[in-house]
């Protein structure tokens, strides 16, 4: 975290699981790059990581923190509701329960 | 703006949807998921999840008192068998059981 002391840079490579990538792809869609309509700023993304609080920023991983940050982004502005997410949520749960 | 129509009536039997979406959510953790009866409706009022975000909450939500039995809501309850606790949870974290 910003600021604090901290160990070595860990320097090894490692792959990214499918949804760390989708997380990724959403960023660079949300954010406009290829034309469409810019619905979240990367500042808005290290804000709302910056939200999260040292407990919730230590306990994460990367792309936990992200897309996070996206969906708080996304309440913000409205793109979506709690309520849509919550029932989202759901939907996904009961899916990969089966 | 006019507010959404209640769909519950007191005596029904309802369970409170189990969810744990990011923002600002009047339901409470410790509720989620139980089924209780609905006790009364309490009235309609903005909701509190878009007014958090600043939107002004429209259409309003009917908003209910849902009666719980405690034994069912604490699993280490150790009160008479009847104690109940009343929650006022809005229609749309409510599904007809």
């Not at chain 1, 860990?10 to 790059?33: C, F, I, K, N, P």
């Not at chain 1, 034309?35 to 500042?43: A, F, I, P």
């Not at chain 2, 009847?82 to 006022?88: L, P, Q, R, S, Y």
Request: aromatic share 10%; charged share 30%.
């Amino acid at each position: 975290m910003g600021g604090l002391p901290a160990g070595p840079v860990q320097r090894t490579e490692h792959e990214y699981a499918e949804w760390e990538r989708r997380v990724d792809a959403l960023m660079v869609l949300l954010s406009g790059v290829f034309g469409g309509k810019r619905l979240m700023t990367v500042d808005e993304l290290r804000k709302n990581i910056e939200a999260l609080g040292p407990e919730a920023y230590d306990a994460m991983g990367y792309y936990e923190r992200w897309v996070s940050a996206i969906a708080q982004t996304m309440l913000q502005r409205g793109v979506i509701t709690t309520e849509e997410l919550a029932r989202k949520m759901l939907e996904v749960e009961r899916r990969e329960a089966g | 703006m006019k507010p959404v129509e209640p769909l519950f009536r007191p005596g029904e039997r309802v369970r409170v949807m189990k969810a744990y979406p990011l923002g600002h959510v009047r339901t409470p953790y410790y509720i989620r998921g139980a089924r209780g009866v609905i006790e009364r409706l309490c009235g309609a009022f903005a909701n509190p999840e878009e007014l958090a975000q600043m939107r002004d909450g429209l259409p309003a939500r009917p908003l209910y008192r849902v009666r719980f039995l405690q034994r069912e809501v604490w699993p280490d309850y150790r009160g008479s068998c009847d104690d109940t606790v009343d929650v006022e949870i809005f229609q749309h974290w409510l599904e007809r059981t």
